[in-house]
Structures are given as structure tokens and as C-alpha cells.
């Protein structure tokens, strides 16, 4: 008995053991097997045609044999639909990591996996989205079963979307320290570039992200300021913002170009670029709406009309899309004592479509303390300046000027005049219509319109921003570059240093402990600008004499006289002690607080980097439906439904 179970336990063990590998000619004898290949192929589905690489292998991770398998499977199904059920949120990342499982990268016939640190990050982001439509985290993004670690060998499938793929080729090791290569920039290539030049001068430049576009782009910032990534005392923030009309490429291209030659003339000493990079802090955007951009793009230079790619993915035009805070400022404006700044951004803005790319830049200046910007458009060549809405909503073109007109004009001339054709006095080139006026213009005089960057700037926030449209092109030609450089880099560096005009100083209680939220009022301008956290504020005037106070609730006001004379250049130092008041009045408290930030109003609430929009319910199963809301996408599948969506009870 105990030798036929001896005898029954070896014929198992060489049933199971597997066969050697065949050497030529033994495949026919049954003793040896094949060694089977990954083949790899040009990948065809249709919703992972813009991953970062182009074969794939079948069968898949999920052991999917063809593309038609994979299309008509639930996993498909999803990633192709994700984006309408989670509203935009984490995605394209979630479909493009789902797509690295679904069409496995495979390279010289060997596949490689999706690394399992990006998988886990963006489970962590975005798991709070499908707890809020009562979804199941999907089992074929499980980080643990179909992806691999780092010392592994395995690959970023969101790569793209940081634009590490498709970067520019290395240029020549030996070029001039001020080379800079005049042409269009991809989205990787324009990122890639702005690292490069960081790193260059990391002792004065880093890279960051505001958040990201509607397609899961960054939108990437270069910085540049003796302590890069860090506020410091007295020293104004500026900021000039590219492309955020995705057509209107030149802006886009300028602020690539500033950073290089900001980081090369700096190092080679320029005595003009060291003065301003050491005394600001400069944040330049080139491109507030890349995924306009790729549209315009396939269309090339010099083809793209006045329309494609302007908009966002969305849809929406991004200088229409930020609360009308215009309207609420004429309204206060008859009321006497009113203030025409820090206007809070009213509820019924959210109930509307609010791009991600508007909401990150909302999130920028709440959390920057600005003092100056600028946002290139193309298509004419004029400066215009707040107002962009008229005061008379019916008229179209209607002189509306801010409480601030003279500072305004002040720094919109400071670029026109710096521009050598837009202070040419010829009508009959591009811009000419602007000639007799300077060849500036007050926005809604030129034409109105509603829900501008600029007017929420300055209504919102203590930060002054203009319009420049810096050509009658919006997308030309590549050899038009350099010529387009050169006639705004002196425009662009002047405009800068606008940013020390007027006043500047510290406002601190009297044991010198600084006081945040201090309003600083211009006697006869109704508009204040606010202390930052450390107490420090920046006050844009032009010349002349001004009675300056200091006020804050539980403190007595302090005013001072101050004069800036015609040729001051640099900010005059006003700095203020406030003392504790006896009896502070409560109508001055209420005003003071009633345009404070809510810190639960949606804006606080959005994360630019991890979601578009807040992780809230959407129509998500009422008590007692057997099936969620989306489970109606999934109709279509008779035999393969996704149960695996369903969450456990």
C-alpha cells in the first residue's frame, strides 16, 4: 500500500514539473515546450491613442487577447467614460493609468510595467471622487497586482501630463550662455525648458505648479527672487501670465524667453536684471491654457483663424469666466463709506461652470500677496487697463475707469512706451488705431465685457493688472520670433519694474508685532489695499502729495503725509505703529470683516493639483435604489457587467 502511494506521488510530481525548453527539432516529441514572446504591436484603441508610447502587447494584464476583447470589455467601458462620471476630476491621469493596464507599454518585444508609486498617489487623490458617487475603487488599478516598483523596472504612465516626454532635443554643449532658441514650444518642450533654466540658476530660480488644466496638464510657473519659493519682507510680488487664450501663442512664447534671458543675464552680471531679481520676487505663467494651445498647434503657425483653440477643453473662455465682481463694485460705489476693494466672490458664482485653470489662478493670488501683473493676449497691439466691464452694462464701448485711472495709465504707458511700435506714431501699421490715444486704451472704452482676469485682480486682491495685446498675429510664424522678442524685451523688463512705484512699508502694533489684514487708504482713492501676513504692504501711486492711513480693527488710525516725487523710481518706505483703540466703532469692524475670505467657501475648499472641483455628490443612489445612478453607462454590457464596481454593503 505505501509503495503504490510512493509510486502515485512521483508520477504527480512529473506531471506537474514543467518541460524543458526545446532545443531545435524536439517541439514534435511532446518533451520539451515553447518559449512564447511578447509581440509587440501598434497600439489601436481608441481611448489610449495619446499615451506616451506607441506598441502595446495582447493579451494584456487582464489577459484581453484582441482589441476587440478589450473594447467591448467593462474595463474599457470605464476609463472611457470616467471623465463624465467624475466630472473631470482625475482624469485624464485615472484613463491613462487605466490605459497602461489595458494596453500594456511594450518595447523590443518586452513589456514593461506601470510603476506602482504613481498608481498609489493617485488612488490616494482621487478615491475620495468615486466615494462620492458611490463607486468602488476598479479592480484592474489595483497598485499591488498589476503594477511594479521602481527596482523593478517600470515606466510613469502619467509622464505626460508633467511634461516629461517629447521634450526638446539637446542642444550643442557649447553654445553662448545667452542662446535662446526662437521657436514654437510644445507643452513638454516649453516645460522642459523652464526646468532647464531653473536648474541652471537654482540659486535664484525654481519651478512650480499653480495646479492643473481641465486635461490634467500643470500649469507650470518659473520663479525667480533671491530666495525662490519663499515671501520675503518688503519685497513685491509681480507676475505676468501667458497663452490664456490658447491661440494666442506670442505671450507664451515671450515668457519663455524672459526666463532664459532673465537667468543668463543675471549670471553674466547684467547690472539692470540683478537689480530687479534682487529687489522682486518674479513668477512667470507661460501658459495658463495648454490645452487651447495643443488644439491651435494642430492647426501650425500661421494657419490658426481667431477661434480654434482659444478656449479651454471645457469649452470656456477663460477671460469670461471669473466672477463678476464689476458690477457689485458700481453698485457700492454710491454708497457712501463703501469700499471698491476685497469684494468677495459671491455663492452664485459657483453654481455655474468654473474652469479648473480659473479656479488655480483664484487659489494663486489668494495665497501670493501680488502687487502687479500683466496677462499677454494677442491680436492687436495696445495696452488696456481695468475697467474691462462697462459701468452701463447696454453700452458696448463706454469709458469706465477705476478709483485707481492715474496709477492705471501710469503703468499701461510704462509698457506702450517702452514698445518701440506701439509708441510709433504711424496709423497705418498694426495698432494703429490706438495711435492718438498713446496706444493704450481703458477696457470697456475699447469693448466690454464681463468676467475679466484683470478687474477680479483688482477688486479681489491687492494686486493691479493690465491687458497687453502684443500683436496683430495670434499665432505667427516661427522666423517672426525673434523680431517679436526684441520689440517687447525692453517693454517687458520696464513694465517689471513698475512695481516700486508709489509706497511701501510695515505696519506692526507698538511691542513691533506685525499686523495682518491692516487696511492702507489713499484719502480721495476708494480703493485699499491689505497688510500681507507679516505686515508688510505695497501701495501703486504716482507722483504727488497723498494723505496715507493705517487702520484695523481694535486699533486707532494713523495717517500720514506723504509725497512721491515725479522722478522716484523706487517705493518710498511709509511704515506704521497702531495702538490699541478704547473704543473701536462697529460699523468700521463690520465693514472690515464683511469681505474677509470664508475659509469654507468653495475656493478655499479646491485643491488645484489633486481634483477639479470639490469631491461633493453627484446624484450619487438615494437610500434603498438598488443600483447607483451611473450604473445606466454600463447597460450596454448584457454578459459582463462591472459587479465589481458595486460597493460592499
Same mark, same amino acid.
Given at each position: 500500500?505505501?509503495?503504490?502511494?510512493?509510486?502515485?506521488?512521483?508520477?504527480?510530481?512529473?506531471?506537474?514539473?514543467?518541460?524543458?525548453?526545446?532545443?531545435?527539432?524536439?517541439?514534435?516529441?511532446?518533451?520539451?515546450?515553447?518559449?512564447?514572446?511578447?509581440?509587440?504591436?501598434?497600439?489601436?484603441?481608441?481611448?489610449c491613442t495619446d499615451v506616451a508610447y506607441t506598441q502595446m502587447v495582447y493579451p494584456n494584464f487582464l489577459d484581453q487577447k484582441s482589441r476587440e476583447v478589450i473594447e467591448y470589455s467593462s474595463e474599457y467601458l470605464l476609463i472611457s467614460v470616467l471623465h463624465n462620471l467624475l466630472q473631470g476630476e482625475c482624469n485624464p491621469d485615472l484613463r491613462l493609468l487605466g490605459c497602461?493596464?489595458?494596453?500594456?507599454?511594450?518595447?523590443?518585444?518586452?513589456?514593461?510595467?506601470?510603476?506602482?508609486?504613481?498608481?498609489?498617489?493617485?488612488?490616494?487623490?482621487?478615491?475620495?471622487?468615486?466615494?462620492?458617487?458611490?463607486?468602488?475603487?476598479?479592480?484592474?488599478?489595483?497598485?499591488?497586482?498589476? @503594477?511594479?516598483?521602481?527596482?523593478?523596472?517600470?515606466?510613469?504612465?502619467?509622464?505626460?501630463?508633467?511634461?516629461?516626454? &517629447?521634450?526638446?532635443?539637446?542642444?550643442?554643449?557649447?553654445?553662448?550662455?545667452?542662446?535662446?532658441? @526662437?521657436?514654437?514650444?510644445?507643452?513638454?518642450?516649453?516645460?522642459?525648458?523652464?526646468?532647464?533654466?531653473?536648474?541652471?540658476?537654482?540659486? !535664484?530660480?525654481?519651478?512650480?505648479?499653480?495646479?492643473?488644466?481641465?486635461?490634467?496638464?500643470?500649469?507650470?510657473? *518659473? #520663479?525667480?527672487?533671491?530666495?525662490?519659493?519663499?515671501?520675503?519682507?518688503?519685497?513685491?510680488?509681480?507676475?505676468?501670465?501667458?497663452?490664456?487664450?490658447?491661440?494666442?501663442?506670442?505671450?507664451?512664447?515671450?515668457?519663455?524667453?524672459?526666463?532664459?534671458?532673465?537667468?543668463?543675464?543675471?549670471?553674466?552680471?547684467?547690472?539692470?536684471?540683478? /537689480?530687479?531679481?534682487?529687489?522682486?520676487?518674479?513668477?512667470?505663467?507661460?501658459?495658463?491654457?495648454?490645452?487651447?494651445?495643443?488644439?491651435? /498647434?494642430?492647426?501650425?503657425?500661421?494657419?490658426? =483663424?481667431?477661434?480654434?483653440?482659444?478656449?479651454?477643453?471645457?469649452?470656456? &473662455?477663460?477671460?469670461?469666466?471669473?466672477?463678476?465682481?464689476?458690477?457689485?463694485?458700481?453698485?457700492?460705489?454710491?454708497?457712501?463709506?463703501?469700499?471698491?476693494?476685497?469684494?468677495?466672490?459671491?455663492?452664485?458664482?459657483?453654481?455655474?461652470?468654473?474652469?479648473?485653470?480659473?479656479?488655480?489662478?483664484?487659489?494663486?493670488?489668494?495665497?501670493?500677496?501680488?502687487?502687479?501683473?500683466?496677462?499677454?493676449?494677442?491680436?492687436?497691439?495696445?495696452?488696456?487697463?481695468?475697467?474691462?466691464?462697462?459701468?452701463?452694462?447696454?453700452? #458696448?464701448?463706454?469709458?469706465?475707469?477705476?478709483?485707481? +485711472?492715474?496709477?492705471?495709465?501710469?503703468? /499701461?504707458?510704462?509698457?506702450?512706451?517702452?514698445?518701440?511700435?506701439?509708441?510709433?506714431?504711424? +496709423?497705418?501699421?498694426?495698432?494703429?488705431?490706438?495711435?492718438?490715444?498713446?496706444?493704450?486704451?481703458?477696457?470697456?472704452?475699447?469693448?466690454?465685457?464681463?468676467?475679466?482676469?484683470?478687474?477680479?485682480?483688482?477688486?479681489?486682491?491687492?494686486?493691479?493688472?493690465?491687458?497687453? +495685446?502684443?500683436?496683430? #498675429?495670434?499665432?505667427?510664424?516661427?522666423?517672426?520670433?525673434?523680431?517679436?522678442?526684441?520689440?517687447?524685451?525692453?517693454?517687458?523688463?520696464?513694465?517689471?519694474?513698475?512695481?516700486?512705484?508709489? !509706497?511701501?512699508? *510695515?505696519?506692526?502694533?507698538? @511691542?513691533?508685532?506685525?499686523?495682518?489684514?491692516?487696511?492702507?487708504?489713499?484719502?480721495?482713492?476708494?480703493?485699499?489695499?491689505?497688510?500681507?501676513?507679516? =505686515?508688510?504692504?505695497?501701495?501703486?501711486?504716482?507722483?504727488?502729495?497723498?494723505? !496715507?492711513?493705517?487702520?484695523?480693527?481694535?486699533?486707532?488710525?494713523?495717517?500720514?503725509?506723504?509725497? *512721491?516725487?515725479?522722478?522716484?523710481?523706487?517705493?518710498?518706505?511709509?511704515?506704521?505703529?497702531?495702538?490699541?483703540?478704547?473704543?473701536?466703532?462697529?460699523?468700521?469692524?463690520?465693514? %472690515?470683516?464683511?469681505?474677509?475670505? &470664508?475659509?469654507? &467657501?468653495?475656493?478655499?475648499? @479646491?485643491?488645484?493639483?489633486?481634483?477639479?472641483?470639490?469631491?461633493?455628490?453627484?446624484?450619487? %443612489?438615494?437610500?434603498?435604489?438598488?443600483?447607483?445612478?451611473?450604473?445606466?453607462?454600463?447597460?450596454?454590457?448584457d454578459l459582463h457587467k462591472p459587479l465589481w464596481l458595486l460597493k460592499q454593503r
Amino acid at each position: 500500500m505505501v509503495l503504490r502511494l510512493l509510486l502515485l506521488l512521483a508520477g504527480l510530481l512529473r506531471a506537474t514539473k514543467p518541460a524543458p525548453r526545446c532545443e531545435t527539432g524536439q517541439e514534435t516529441l511532446g518533451q520539451c515546450q515553447t518559449v512564447q514572446k511578447a509581440k509587440c504591436v501598434d497600439i489601436a484603441l481608441s481611448s489610449c491613442t495619446d499615451v506616451a508610447y506607441t506598441q502595446m502587447v495582447y493579451p494584456n494584464f487582464l489577459d484581453q487577447k484582441s482589441r476587440e476583447v478589450i473594447e467591448y470589455s467593462s474595463e474599457y467601458l470605464l476609463i472611457s467614460v470616467l471623465h463624465n462620471l467624475l466630472q473631470g476630476e482625475c482624469n485624464p491621469d485615472l484613463r491613462l493609468l487605466g490605459c497602461s493596464v489595458l494596453a500594456p507599454q511594450c518595447e523590443k518585444d518586452k513589456v514593461i510595467k506601470p510603476c506602482r508609486h504613481v498608481c498609489e498617489n493617485l488612488k490616494k487623490n482621487c478615491l475620495p471622487a468615486f466615494d462620492a458617487i458611490d463607486m468602488a475603487w476598479p479592480y484592474f488599478l489595483d497598485c499591488d497586482r498589476f @503594477f511594479a516598483g521602481e527596482e523593478e523596472g517600470c515606466f510613469d504612465p502619467l509622464a505626460k501630463l508633467r511634461g516629461e516626454v &517629447d521634450a526638446e532635443e539637446d542642444l550643442p554643449t557649447d553654445l553662448p550662455a545667452t542662446f535662446i532658441q @526662437f521657436k514654437h514650444h510644445s507643452y513638454s518642450q516649453m516645460v522642459s525648458t523652464l526646468k532647464k533654466t531653473a536648474s541652471r540658476c537654482s540659486h !535664484i530660480a525654481t519651478t512650480y505648479s499653480i495646479g492643473r488644466s481641465f486635461e490634467g496638464k500643470d500649469l507650470f510657473v *518659473i #520663479e525667480f527672487s533671491t530666495k525662490p519659493g519663499h515671501h520675503e519682507l518688503l519685497k513685491p510680488e509681480f507676475k505676468y501670465i501667458g497663452n490664456m487664450h490658447g491661440n494666442e501663442v506670442v505671450g507664451k512664447e515671450l515668457l519663455i524667453y524672459l526666463a532664459q534671458y532673465l537667468c543668463s543675464e543675471y549670471l553674466l552680471g547684467n547690472p539692470r536684471v540683478q /537689480a530687479l531679481i534682487n529687489s522682486t520676487r518674479i513668477h512667470l505663467l507661460p501658459s495658463l491654457n495648454p490645452d487651447g494651445y495643443e488644439l491651435a /498647434a494642430e492647426e501650425g503657425a500661421g494657419y490658426n =483663424g481667431w477661434v480654434i483653440g482659444r478656449q479651454t477643453a471645457q469649452n470656456l &473662455d477663460l477671460n469670461r469666466n471669473f466672477p463678476d465682481l464689476t458690477s457689485e463694485a458700481y453698485r457700492r460705489a454710491g454708497i457712501r463709506g463703501a469700499r471698491l476693494d476685497h469684494i468677495p466672490i459671491p455663492q452664485s458664482y459657483w453654481w455655474g461652470k468654473v474652469a479648473p485653470e480659473t479656479k488655480a489662478v483664484m487659489k494663486w493670488l489668494r495665497s501670493i500677496p501680488f502687487v502687479l501683473s500683466a496677462s499677454l493676449h494677442g491680436g492687436e497691439l495696445v495696452v488696456t487697463y481695468p475697467y474691462d466691464y462697462s459701468r452701463h452694462p447696454m453700452e #458696448e464701448k463706454m469709458f469706465s475707469p477705476t478709483p485707481d +485711472e492715474k496709477v492705471f495709465k501710469m503703468l /499701461a504707458k510704462a509698457y506702450a512706451d517702452a514698445h518701440p511700435v506701439i509708441s510709433d506714431r504711424s +496709423e497705418l501699421r498694426c495698432g494703429g488705431n490706438f495711435v492718438k490715444r498713446g496706444g493704450i486704451i481703458n477696457g470697456a472704452e475699447w469693448y466690454s465685457f464681463t468676467g475679466g482676469m484683470a478687474d477680479f485682480n483688482y477688486l479681489h486682491t491687492n494686486c493691479f493688472e493690465v491687458t497687453v +495685446e502684443v500683436g496683430c #498675429e495670434k499665432f505667427p510664424l516661427e522666423e517672426e520670433l525673434f523680431t517679436i522678442w526684441h520689440e517687447n524685451k525692453a517693454a517687458l523688463l520696464n513694465y517689471m519694474e513698475m512695481v516700486h512705484r508709489g !509706497i511701501k512699508g *510695515i505696519v506692526s502694533d507698538k @511691542f513691533g508685532n506685525p499686523i495682518k489684514n491692516a487696511r492702507i487708504s489713499v484719502r480721495g482713492i476708494q480703493h485699499d489695499v491689505t497688510t500681507a501676513a507679516d =505686515g508688510d504692504y505695497w501701495r501703486l501711486l504716482p507722483p504727488g502729495t497723498f494723505i !496715507i492711513s493705517a487702520q484695523a480693527p481694535g486699533y486707532s488710525r494713523v495717517m500720514k503725509r506723504v509725497t *512721491i516725487p515725479a522722478r522716484m523710481k523706487q517705493a518710498g518706505r511709509v511704515d506704521f505703529v497702531l495702538r490699541p483703540a478704547e473704543a473701536w466703532p462697529s460699523k468700521l469692524l463690520r465693514r %472690515s470683516m464683511e469681505d474677509a475670505y &470664508d475659509p469654507q &467657501d468653495p475656493l478655499e475648499l @479646491f485643491d488645484p493639483h489633486a481634483q477639479h472641483g470639490r469631491a461633493e455628490a453627484r446624484g450619487g %443612489s438615494a437610500a434603498g435604489r438598488e443600483k447607483p445612478w451611473w450604473w445606466s453607462y454600463f447597460s450596454s454590457l448584457d454578459l459582463h457587467k462591472p459587479l465589481w464596481l458595486l460597493k460592499q454593503r
